[in-house]
């Protein structure tokens, strides 16, 4: 899952990707409106959380211009006025969840994971395929009830593949959503990946989709 955080106070930027890390997300950030909502409309985000007060372009502004483009993505708005009308204006032009600041991090990862979730129509935190289970929360596999050991990029892998169970994902879907603007992409290291998931949790876990990609389906007993 792959986050665009548009922030342009430093500390709370720098604080939250590298929280937001922490918890399993491939995260880029962006310091102005102008450079974010380019961004926004170039690359392809699971969710975005948008400061309001924003140099170049104000939040709103850039969140209305991504909705008038179609863009769908889950927009978390945070903003230091904790005001009604800003709030209104905010779901208004568009945003799913709002966070006035200053906030408390666990909440934000929390409605986040939840916004993240609903989008791509599940319903619990913890996503399961066969003898798999994923808990989006602790950010534990287990097989079995038993728990497996996963690379943080495995983990991204993984996870988006469970949260999109049932469907063909490609090979350039997967990078597009496990890796940041800054990481050396090599579409080569899918393959390594989904080996590895394959060793740790079965061959059948992921089906190979010749020339199309990967997918996770519920075994047929
Ligand atoms: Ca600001």
């Known amino acids: 899952m792959r986050i665009l955080i548009v922030e ?18 491939a995260v880029d950030l962006s ?4 450079d974010g909502h380019y961004m926004g409309s170039t690359e392809n985000y699971d969710a975005i959380i948008l400061d309001l007060g924003l140099p170049e372009i104000d939040g709103l502004t ?10 769908k993505f889950p927009v978390f708005v945070l903003t230091a006025r904790d005001s009604w009308s800003d709030k209104v ?5 568009g945003a799913d969840d709002y966070l006035a600041k200053p906030f408390r991090t666990e909440e934000l990862i929390a409605r986040l994971r939840a916004l993240i979730r609903r989008a791509s129509g599940n319903a619990s935190s913890e996503l399961s395929v066969g003898d798999v289970r994923l808990d989006t929360r602790s950010g534990r596999v ?20 469970m949260h999109h169970k049932g469907k063909v994902v490609s090979r350039t879907e997967l990078i597009e959503h496990i890796y940041d603007q800054d990481f050396d992409r090599d579409s080569n290291t899918i393959e390594v990946f989904v080996t590895r998931i394959r060793k740790k949790l079965g061959q059948d876990v992921i089906s190979t989709i ?8 519920e075994p047929v007993s």
Do not use: H, I
């Open 31 to 34: 310091v102005d409106g102008e």
């Open 142 to 161: 287990t097989l079995d009830g038993q728990p497996v050991k996963m690379t943080a990029q495995e983990y991204k892998l993984l996870s988006y593949l």
């Open 89 to 93: 204006a905010g779901l208004d032009a």
């Open 210 to 217: 010749r020339g199309l990609g990967y997918s996770l389906e």
């Open 62 to 71: 850039v969140l209305n211009r991504w909705r008038k483009e179609g863009r």
């Open 8 to 25: 342009d106070e430093p500390t709370l930027g720098k604080q939250l990707k590298s929280t937001l890390e922490g918890a399993g997300y």
